[in-house]
C-alpha cells in the first residue's frame, strides 16, 4: 500500500486559499498568476526608467540598478502578503503614476532629495495602514464623491502618456505654442512609435502581456537597427541594495514640513482610492464580493496593499500598489491567493536578468510606447464621469487637464478639490459635501500660497 505523503499538505493548502471552493485548482491558479506576471512584468523596465539616475532625472534620480532590484522585491514582498495574508488573486508593485508624481513632481518640480521622498512614500504607507484596519477607511471612502475618484485615475493617465509621448520624442518643446510634434524623421521617434504601433495592435488582439510583448518586439528593432545597446551579459546576482536600503528611515525628521505634508497627502490620496477601485474590480470580477456588494476581508487587502509601499519605500522604490493588471490572471482562472504567490515567484526569478531590463530602462524609445498604453487605460474612467452636471463636470475637467499642463499630479488634485465645493455651494448642494471635501479645500488652499511665496 502507498502512501500519498502529498495529500495531508495539499488537503492544508486548498482549505486555506479555498481553491476547491472556489471552483479552481493549482494548476489554474499558477497559470493565472504567470498571466498576470506577463501583463505587468514592464514594471521591472519602466519603473527603473522613471527613477532612475540613467533616465530624465539625471543625477537626481536613484541608482537604476538599486531601483530595480527594489522594485523587484517589493512586487514579491508586497505580492507573498496580498496572497497568503488577504489571499486575493492580486499583484503589487510600484504603481504607474505615483512613480511619475515621485520623479517629475517631488524630486524634479520640489526639489526634494529622492531620499526625502522615500521617506514620504513611507509615511502615507503607515498612515494608509491605520486607516486600512480601522473604520475610518470606510469614512474617508464615502467622503470623496465618485467622480473626483474618477477624475483622479483619468488625470494620472493623462499625465503618464503626456510623459511617454515626450520621451518617445512624438511632442517636443517650443518657444512659440509651448508644444508641438516632434521629428518623424528621427530614428528613436520612428522606433518609439513602432513601439506604439505593435502595443496597441497586440492590446487589440486581447493579448494579456501586450504592453510586456510591446516592449519586447521594440527592443528587438532597435537592437538590429542599431538604436538600443546590446546587453553584455543576460543573468547576474540583484545588487544596489546598499545605496537605498533604509534612506526612508534615516531621512524621516526632513519629512515633517509643509512641502512634504503635500506629498504624502497626494500619495495616500491617490494610493488609498486606486487600491481600493483596484481591489473591488478584480473581486467582481473574480466573483468575490459579498452579497452585499462587498469586499470580503477588505481591512487585510488594503493594509497588504499599505505594508506593500511602507516596505517598498524603505527597499528604496516609490509607492507599492494593486495592479489592474490582475484582472489578466483572474480572466484565465484565478481565483486565489494563491495565484498571487505563483506572480511573487516569477517576480523573484526575473530578479536575477537586471541586464536585460537595463538595455530596456536605459531607451527612452521602447519605454515610452508602454507608458502612452497605461495612460490610455487609466483615462478610460473618462467615461464614467458625469459631465452632465456641472458640478462634477468642472472639478473633473480642471483636475484631468492640470495634471499634465502643470507637469504636476498634485497640481492636478489640489484644483480640482478646490473648484468642487465652490461649484456645489454655487448649485445649492451644500449639504451634500462632506466635510472632509473642506478640510482638503484649506489643506490645498494654504498649499498653493505656499507655492506662490
Do not use: C
Amino acid at each position: 500500500m502507498s502512501i500519498d505523503v502529498t495529500s495531508r499538505p495539499q488537503g492544508r493548502i486548498d482549505a486555506y486559499f479555498g481553491v476547491s471552493r472556489l471552483g479552481s485548482n493549482y494548476r489554474r491558479e499558477l497559470m493565472a498568476g504567470t498571466v498576470t506576471f506577463l501583463a505587468m512584468s514592464y514594471v521591472l523596465a519602466v519603473n527603473p526608467a522613471v527613477l532612475g539616475d540613467h533616465g530624465q532625472l539625471g543625477d537626481k534620480g536613484i541608482p537604476t540598478q538599486a531601483v530595480f532590484t527594489a522594485t523587484a522585491i517589493a512586487a514579491v514582498f508586497g505580492t507573498l502578503v496580498m496572497g497568503l495574508w488577504a489571499r486575493y488573486p492580486v499583484a503589487l508593485a510600484p504603481g504607474m503614476g505615483l512613480n511619475a508624481f515621485f520623479a517629475y513632481t517631488v524630486v524634479l518640480e520640489m526639489g526634494i532629495p529622492w531620499q526625502e521622498a522615500l521617506s514620504g512614500t513611507f509615511l502615507s504607507g503607515v498612515i494608509f495602514f491605520v486607516l486600512a484596519i480601522t473604520k475610518i477607511r470606510e469614512k474617508i471612502i464615502d467622503a470623496i464623491p465618485l467622480q473626483m475618484k474618477l477624475a483622479v485615475g483619468a488625470g494620472i493617465g493623462m499625465f503618464v502618456a503626456f510623459i511617454g509621448l515626450k520621451n518617445a520624442g512624438l511632442v517636443v518643446a517650443s518657444d512659440a505654442t509651448f508644444v508641438h510634434l516632434g521629428q518623424f524623421t528621427k530614428g528613436t521617434t520612428l522606433l518609439a512609435l513602432f513601439g506604439l504601433v505593435v502595443t496597441v495592435v497586440f492590446l487589440a488582439l486581447g493579448w494579456h502581456g501586450a504592453v510586456l510583448y510591446g516592449i519586447v518586439a521594440t527592443t528587438i528593432v532597435g537592437i538590429v537597427s542599431g538604436l538600443v545597446d546590446l546587453p553584455n551579459q543576460v543573468v547576474a546576482m540583484p545588487h544596489g541594495l546598499d545605496q537605498t536600503f533604509g534612506q526612508a528611515i534615516v531621512n524621516l525628521p526632513h519629512a515633517f514640513t509643509g512641502q512634504m505634508a503635500i506629498v504624502v497627502l497626494t500619495m495616500l490620496f491617490v494610493d488609498f482610492f486606486d487600491a481600493s477601485g483596484t481591489l473591488i474590480g478584480i473581486a467582481n470580477q473574480a466573483g468575490l464580493l459579498g452579497p452585499d456588494g462587498k469586499l470580503p476581508r477588505a481591512a487585510q487587502a488594503l493594509a497588504a496593499d499599505s505594508i506593500g509601499t511602507t516596505a517598498g519605500a524603505i527597499i528604496g522604490t516609490s509607492t507599492t500598489t494593486a495592479y489592474v493588471e490582475s484582472t489578466a490572471g483572474v480572466s484565465a482562472g484565478g481565483r486565489t491567493g494563491l495565484a498571487a504567490v505563483s506572480t511573487a515567484g516569477w517576480f523573484l526569478v526575473a530578479m536575477f536578468f537586471f541586464p536585460l531590463f537595463a538595455v530596456v530602462a536605459d531607451a527612452p524609445s521602447v519605454t515610452a510606447p508602454a507608458l502612452i498604453v497605461v495612460g490610455v487605460l487609466m483615462a478610460r474612467a473618462l467615461g464614467d464621469i458625469d459631465w452632465a452636471e456641472l458640478e462634477y463636470a468642472v472639478p473633473a475637467f480642471i483636475t484631468v487637464v492640470m495634471m499634465p499642463l502643470t507637469y504636476s499630479i498634485a497640481n492636478g488634485i489640489a484644483m480640482g478639490l478646490l473648484f468642487y465645493p465652490i461649484v456645489m455651494v454655487a448649485k445649492r448642494r451644500i449639504r451634500e459635501v462632506h466635510p472632509v471635501m473642506w478640510v482638503l479645500m484649506v489643506v490645498f488652499l494654504a498649499y498653493f500660497v505656499f507655492l506662490a511665496e
